[in-house]
């Protein structure tokens, strides 16, 4: 993690973790679990977590949560690439 992403990471009181990949050499939940003192449970949680699915981080501890969005949030707020593909190409 650079700098500037560990400075942003030390100074936010609360933190939302999402879906993570297992794989990669030193990302996804190798990262999530070093930065944020995953147990095994929480990894397998944030590797096999559907959407919506995620673990909320703050200075008093950590709870899961579901996050249901309406398709329009899910729409505005999407990175899946097709998602997104689609998108740009019907605003063209």
């Known amino acids: ?12 009181a609360t933190k939302v973790l999402l879906h993570q990949d297992s794989g990669g050499l030193g990302g996804g939940s190798d990262l999530a679990a070093s930065l944020f003192g995953l147990s095994e449970q ?9 959407r919506g699915f995620g673990i909320m981080v703050t200075e008093q501890g950590r709870v899961p949560f579901y996050n249901k969005l309406t398709d329009m949030e899910h729409r505005y707020f999407t990175t899946t690439p097709d998602e997104v593909g689609r998108q740009e190409s019907s605003v063209t």
């Open 1 to 12: 993690m650079s700098g500037q992403g560990r400075t942003v990471h030390e100074s936010c």
């Open 42 to 50: 929480e990894r397998a949680f944030v590797e096999r977590s559907d």
